[in-house]
């Protein structure tokens, strides 16, 4: 898949998984807390896959990870 923001998606997936390591969250336990699948985590995650994910989630992840928004962007 190829679109216009792809080196940020990738990004702000490779942030996403360093601030739930830090908080020493499995990709499950992330996913249970965010209401998502834990498939579609890891391909967040992935940084040779290019996700897209709604600002809603990106919220929800950031208030489990206690963040500000802006540290994933």
Same mark, same amino acid.
């Given at each position: ?6 080196e ?10 360093k601030?739930r390591?830090?908080?020493? !969250?499995? %990709?499950?336990? !992330? +996913? ?8 579609? !985590?890891? %391909?967040?995650? +992935?940084?040779n896959v290019?996700?897209?994910?709604? $600002?809603e989630v $990106? ?5 489990i ?6 540290? !994933?962007?």
């Amino acid at each position: 898949m190829s679109f216009k923001h792809s080196e940020r998606f990738k990004n702000i997936g490779i942030k996403i998984s360093k601030y739930r390591n830090k908080k020493g !969250l499995t %990709q499950e336990e !992330l +996913a249970n807390k965010v209401g998502i699948s834990y498939s579609y !985590l890891t %391909q967040i995650e +992935a940084p040779n896959v290019v996700k897209k994910m709604s $600002l809603e989630v $990106l919220y929800d992840i950031a208030d489990i990870l206690n963040i500000d928004i802006k540290d !994933l962007l």
